[in-house]
């Protein structure tokens, strides 16, 4: 009498399937990204991890490196001008990602209703594509307080030569208004996307409801475009955190240390000073404010939900 073997039942086999099936997934989607993962590792992860060991050093790029612990940074937590630097940089976007924001979504806002030619939006996206050397030295020249077109023309109105980034209490609302100029068309292009993935027939049952334009932009537009806006907010919080070429060709720092951003201040202890161990410790501290501050938006405002 022979045994027949049993009967692989198909539940078995379906799962064996399935799991050969994603593994050669998985197999495809790692070699898609191999190119980005190297190099990632190469320039942000092998670098960050460098950063976080010379931080604890006191290097002077000329000898080799020696290991003073927890030093640069109790340095750093005493240290008026680090602090001076902060609330500088802080000051900077609190000036900058407001008015950047409401400007670029009025901008996108402009653009679905009146036009969405191709025209426009290469004209208002084109500051962003200058490099931000040839802004900095492009809006030097402009705010000059001797042959500056800004100035001239003021002078011209009765207003009389404002010097506006040679006073602390104009340089940095200058600096700010630069990088704006720059970046609103970005922003608005951003937004405008953003608005474009908005059903039409939501406003068209939010007209039927009676609401008023108003109405339809608080409750209906904010609230389906906020994806795009944590996306946005993030991005350009990161940015201002990060401001350096702006404040390098136009007032270095000055005057008296009222432009003097973490950046700037972060090149000058590497550089200048050559004190690339503190200047690393700083640029830690950076980076740990910008990663609690990103969490900190995203969690308010829910950037894994969707009220589409």
Excluded: C, H
Excluded at 3 to 10: D, F, G, L, R, S
Excluded at 83 to 92: D, G
Excluded at 100 to 122: C, D, E, G, P, W
Excluded at 239 to 245: E, L
């Amino acid at each position: 009498m022979t045994v027949q073997p049993a009967a692989i039942p198909k539940l078995v086999v379906v799962k064996e399937g399935k799991i050969r099936w994603r593994r050669r997934e998985l197999v495809a989607g790692l070699l898609f990204i191999l190119p980005s993962l190297i190099g990632f590792i190469a320039f942000y992860a092998v670098p960050a991890i460098r950063g976080v060991t010379i931080s604890f050093t006191n290097w002077d790029l000329l000898t080799p490196a020696k290991p003073v612990g927890l030093q640069n940074y109790v340095k750093l937590l005493n240290d008026p001008v680090f602090w001076n630097s902060l609330k500088v940089t802080v000051y900077y976007v609190l000036l900058n990602i407001p008015l950047q924001t409401v400007l670029a979504l009025i901008i996108a806002v402009m653009m679905s209703r009146l036009t969405k030619s191709i025209a426009i939006r290469s004209i208002i996206i084109l500051p962003w594509l200058m490099p931000g050397v040839v802004v900095g030295l492009l809006w030097l020249w402009l705010l000059d307080p001797t042959i500056g077109i800004v100035n001239v023309v003021l002078r011209a109105t009765g207003v009389g030569t404002i010097p506006f980034l040679s006073l602390p209490q104009y340089a940095m609302p200058s600096i700010a208004m630069i990088n704006i100029w720059q970046y609103v068309g970005y922003t608005a292009l951003l937004l405008f996307a953003g608005l474009q993935s908005i059903p039409g027939s939501v406003y068209e049952a939010a007209s039927i409801d009676g609401a008023s334009e108003v109405q339809m932009f608080t409750r209906v537009t904010i609230p389906l475009l906020r994806p795009v806006l944590v996306f946005v907010l993030v991005t350009s919080v990161i940015g201002s955190f990060q401001i350096f070429d702006t404040v390098a060709i136009t007032t270095k720092g000055g005057p008296v240390n009222a432009t003097t951003v973490l950046n700037y201040y972060i090149y000058e202890q590497a550089f200048s000073r050559f004190n690339m161990g503190y200047a690393t410790a700083i640029s830690m501290v950076l980076f740990s404010i910008l990663i609690f501050i990103s969490m900190a938006q995203m969690r308010l405002m829910r950037s894994s939900e969707s009220d589409m």
